[in-house]
């Protein structure tokens, strides 16, 4: 069995991170959350593909006293649609914060990926489909009006649900 152990939560300004890391040290591990998602980074050893690739950890284990990252939201997205077809038509509604490492690792994944928008996220999404370009030359993605949306996909993954 686990060792007994205890879940809590420290409320910890931006201003005492560097302060507290002697502290955060000690521990088997602990979960991080916005500020700190990004400026916890410099202090890790090691940090698995996806924390590395978003450069966001939320998500930190200490092994044996090296501070290792992880991005558990990537974990989680890629679980929750492992037994549905992330090589086909997906539509994913919505592409701000977590949208983005949705997006990325559906077409990592093979997707033919359309992003459904609302006009008012067309700047947005346009910056977002070039720098995903970027990173996947090889894409499959465009957005849509979700409006205008009216053809069938394998896969239909809602942000708000």
């Given amino acids: 069995g686990y060792p007994a152990a205890d879940y809590g939560v420290i409320d910890l300004p931006p201003e005492e991170l560097t302060a507290s890391m002697p502290r955060l040290r000690k521990l088997c591990g602990f979960n991080i959350t916005i500020p700190h998602k990004m400026e916890i980074i410099p202090f890790l050893d090691d940090m698995a593909e996806s924390a590395q690739r978003y450069q966001s950890v939320n998500c930190v284990v200490n092994r044996r006293g090296n501070l290792i990252g992880y991005n558990t939201d990537c974990d989680g997205f890629l679980r929750s649609v492992e037994s549905f077809p ?3 038509k997906v539509l994913l ?3 701000g914060g977590v949208g983005r490492m949705m997006a990325t690792e ?11 928008i609302l006009e008012r996220h067309i700047p947005m999404a346009k910056t977002f489909l070039e720098e995903l370009r970027e990173l996947v030359p090889e894409a499959s993605v465009r957005y849509a009006l979700t409006a205008e949306l009216d053809e069938p996909f394998d896969l239909v993954k809602d942000l708000d649900s």
Avoid: P, R, S
Wanted: overall charge negative; charged content about 10%; aromatic content about 0%.
């Fill in 93 to 95: 509604l919505g592409c």
């Fill in 86 to 88: 992330l090589d086909g």
């Fill in 106 to 116: 559906a077409v990592l994944h093979g997707a033919d990926l359309t992003i459904g």
